[in-house]
């Protein structure tokens, strides 16, 4: 799916079911590269390349609720991007889903 601008600041991404098949998505949003991770119901978007060593966390996996990292298996909390054990944090993204279909605000939460 191509994304497109629904709304001032919230792009379409990637419909859920997309997203329920493999728990999580590479997308490019607003000229970004973005990794959802579908949690359990809940859909986490985070800036794609990894803080530490710029792997694609999209890539990565899923374990405990966490995002690991592929490359030097790094996890991070997908809610708030804080590295577990460490100071570092990735960029975290808003996200909401509109008749199955996952929207990414492009600008890091603050």
Known sequence: ?????DA????????????RRRKRARVE?????LALFLVGERVFA?????VHKGRSLAKGSLWRGKVVCPGHQ???????????GRDDCQPVHEV?????VVHVNPG???
């Open 8 to 19: 001032p600041g919230w792009v379409a991404a990637v419909p859920l079911d997309q997203l």
């Open 29 to 33: 949003v607003g000229g970004r590269a």
């Open 96 to 100: 909401r889903v509109i008749d199955g």
């Open 1 to 5: 799916m191509t994304p497109e601008v």
């Open 74 to 84: 790094w996890m991070f909390d997908p809610e708030t991007g804080r590295a577990e």
């Open 108 to 110: 890091p939460r603050s």
């Open 46 to 50: 985070l800036d794609d390349t990894c």
